[in-house]
């Protein structure tokens, strides 16, 4: 690996070195060699890794204030012991109601996914605006001397995406293959103008998660699988979200505090075994960043830190005194206020869901318990009472959540009377998402100049995925899991399949899923457009013993274009899917190759690079590069069956441009391989990872685990 970040840094930084053809794997190598690759640019340079030895002190955009401090310092002596815990408490939208908020003092409220106003999967923006005055209007109808606006938050992770109508951007593993922070910014800016007109002020984003292992089933929520880029992504997109805090700005989340995407075989809510060196220098990398553009919260991880080198063993974030204490309030100098995620607390030794004083007394600032939050008050109520909870410690809390409340500019105003309250048009912005998709679409494959498609020609188009908006947009999609949804869900949306035929006339352009019983013989070219099904943390995860070969959960998608593949016209393949996998099957099937990642609802983003322009100055070329390496085998991370092959065949940096030519020759399938471990080796491997994942499944996972995953199922 270190060959391999060392080509793609220095190709970044440089701008000069070929890096279009950076395949890896032997065979792979092999079968490449007689091609020259394909000479990529850079748009910015990408920040150098660190190599701190310790946590850095990071200095924020916002620079103390006295007259902030003294206001605050103000503020909190006049509260009560019971108003100051309930600035301390999240719940739920579905659990709580504005008079519950008046007489509990609440802080916060937030909606979980798959939570509406009158649980309303279609809630209109007037629906989410009267919901934020009612809770507005119970905070400041207290008996507090003074009255402390509530601040709403919610898992706003790839546009609204909990708001029926509004436009969803790429998952941020596309934008990671954009290399563009400039446009990250600009989502992040249109993102809180969709959710500031809904009445809500914080956004549960971004995710920095430096995601390591594609198993992992959240790894289309990191932006990459190298430190600086995240690094660079996580300022651009504070800075696009929280701006100035005006009207239309949002409060910022930097999350998963800290390495959730370095878990052990990429279990959700696992256990990290990394050294010191790697937590700070690459996966605490977007950490520097959010914190230096002003990021007023940070969200503690679920997962674990062992650091085995040094023999410390932190455990749970939630509960790790010396991460969310010493290493980032202390030493990194953040002066925001920490949250815990959803029940998180519950998962720490000796706590329940509705109490937990380590956590508290360990740095977390505001307790997200979705349900259980009237017997967390009345809980932590007696532990500082009894001296569990030091009271300077919830007067530090308290003074942290009210600095980002009046940082904000929350005192003083109702949601529905801040600019752009209401506003409808607000939730749209589709010439951005439809450049973000061109921008992050990557040509792995193209064989006899395949692509760029010609309008006019007669294009069959097969695979699932095609008209499947909610393919197209994955997990955190309306639904927690992104399942449940068709495509009345997302009025304003157009599928891959819609789009094809607008650029080519509809006349051009016939659609079968399976291509079962279609002549082949009149097209002139067939697009499949094949990938995953939708799913998010926990379900989406890919257990240790099974194989990343796609194909082995999705065999319809190889059927499809083994069918295909007998008409001998040219194969396009759009593979819409939330992670990097092993495809080599596929791509033998395919002449040319794109990894679309998770679109959002701008199709035509697609096929806006798919087709030539009349002419080559109106031509949308490919500009997306590998943010993470590609697997070149099934067990990348195990090496069963493969212990002699290099485990990436597309190396990060990687992505074809036209014109050129590059063609890919036959790659290996390693036919013989089915499992990442041997029976013994993978049914306890799998059994520890499903231990791991039962003891850490937030309690909203309200179905069960697909049949592909579940140790029954091996």
């Known amino acids: 690996m270190f060959r391999t970040r060392w080509l793609w840094l220095m190709c970044a930084v440089l701008a000069t070195a070929d890096c279009g053809g950076a395949v890896l794997g032997a065979d792979a190598a092999a079968a490449n060699s007689a091609h020259a690759p394909t000479k990529l640019s850079f748009r910015y340079r990408v920040p150098q890794p660190t190599h701190y030895t310790d946590w850095p002190a990071i200095r924020s955009r916002f620079s103390t204030d006295p007259a902030l401090t003294a206001r605050v310092r103000k503020i909190v002596a006049s509260m009560s012991l019971a108003q100051k815990i309930g600035q301390m408490t999240q719940a739920e939208i579905k659990s709580i109601t504005p008079a519950q908020v008046r007489k509990y003092y609440i802080g916060s409220v937030l909606n979980g996914g798959g939570s509406w106003p009158g649980g309303n999967k279609h809630a209109s923006i007037g629906d989410w605006l009267a919901l934020a005055d009612a809770y507005y209007d119970a905070s400041m ?177 939630s509960g790790a005194r010396a991460l969310l204490t010493g290493a980032l309030k202390d030493k990194m100098g953040f002066d925001g206020f920490v949250v815990s995620d959803w029940n998180a607390i519950g998962q720490l030794p000796g706590c329940t869901n509705a109490s937990c004083p380590q956590a508290i007394n360990a740095g977390i600032d505001m307790v997200m318990v979705p349900d259980d939050w ?128 607008a650029a080519d006339g509809a006349a051009n352009v016939t659609y079968s899923a399976t291509a079962q019983g279609i002549d082949l013989a009149p097209f002139d070219a067939i697009v499949a457009v094949i990938g995953e099904a939708p799913y998010a943390e926990t379900r989406g995860d890919i257990l240790p013993s099974a194989t990343l070969r796609h194909s082995d959960r999705y065999p319809e998608d190889l059927a499809v274009l083994q069918t295909v593949a007998k008409g001998h016209k040219p194969v396009v393949t759009v593979f819409v899917a939330g992670r990097p996998l092993y495809v080599n099957r596929l791509l033998n099937l395919s002449d040319a190759f794109v990894a679309a990642w998770l679109p959002g609802t701008e199709g035509a983003g697609v096929t806006d690079v798919l087709f030539a322009a009349k002419s080559a100055a109106g031509r949308y070329n490919f500009r997306g590069t590998l943010a993470r390496p590609w697997p070149g085998v099934p067990c990348p991370d195990a090496g069963a069956g493969n212990a002699k092959a290099r485990p990436w065949l597309f190396a990060p940096g990687y992505g074809l441009r036209y014109p050129g030519q590059h063609a890919i020759g036959t790659l290996p399938t390693y036919p013989a391989v089915h499992a990442c471990a041997s029976a013994a080796q993978a049914t306890a491997a799998d059994a520890n990872a499903l231990s791991e994942r039962s003891a850490g499944a937030p309690v909203r996972r309200s179905r069960p685990l697909p049949a592909h995953n579940r140790l029954d199922a091996l």
């Open 141 to 317: 109808a207290t008996d507090a001397a003074v009255k402390v606006p509530i601040i709403w938050g919610t898992d706003a992770v790839h546009g609204d995406n909990n708001v029926f109508g509004a436009t969803l951007f790429p998952h941020n593993i596309g934008l990671g293959a954009a290399h563009d922070p400039a446009l990250i910014e600009a989502i992040g800016a249109a993102t809180a103008r969709a959710v500031r007109a809904t009445g809500i002020e914080w956004a549960f984003a971004p995710t920095l998660a430096v995601a390591q292992n594609a198993r992992w089933g959240r790894t289309y929520e990191s932006f990459s699988s190298e430190g600086p880029l995240v690094r660079a992504y996580a300022r651009a997109y504070v800075t696009g979200l929280q701006g100035s805090f005006g009207d239309h700005n949002v409060m910022a989340t930097a999350k998963h505090f800290i390495g959730d995407g370095a878990t052990d075989h990429g279990i959700d809510q696992g256990n990290a075994t990394v050294s010191r060196a790697d937590m700070i220098n690459v996966h605490g990398a977007g950490y520097f960043g959010a914190i230096a553009a002003g990021a007023q919260s940070v969200m503690a991880s679920y997962s674990s830190w062992d650091d085995v080198a040094d023999g410390v063993d932190y455990g749970k974030m």
């Open 374 to 501: 009237k017997a967390f008050i009345a809980n932590t109520t007696r532990q500082v009472r009894d001296g569990e909870i030091p009271l300077a410690r919830i007067d530090d809390a308290v003074s942290r959540i009210i600095r980002a409340k009046l940082r904000m500019g929350l005192f003083g105003t109702r949601p529905s009377q801040r600019a752009g309250a209401g506003d409808a048009s607000a939730l749209q912005d589709r010439a951005l998402a439809r450049r973000a998709v061109r921008e992050s679409l990557v040509l792995l494959k193209n064989n006899r100049q395949a692509l760029p498609l010609k309008a006019g020609m007669k294009i069959l188009v097969v695979g699932k995925s095609a008209d499947s908006l909610p393919d197209q947009v994955g997990g955190w999609s309306l639904t927690w899991q992104g399942t449940d949804n068709t495509n009345a869900d997302f009025p304003h949306g157009e599928t891959i399949l819609a789009a094809l035929r």
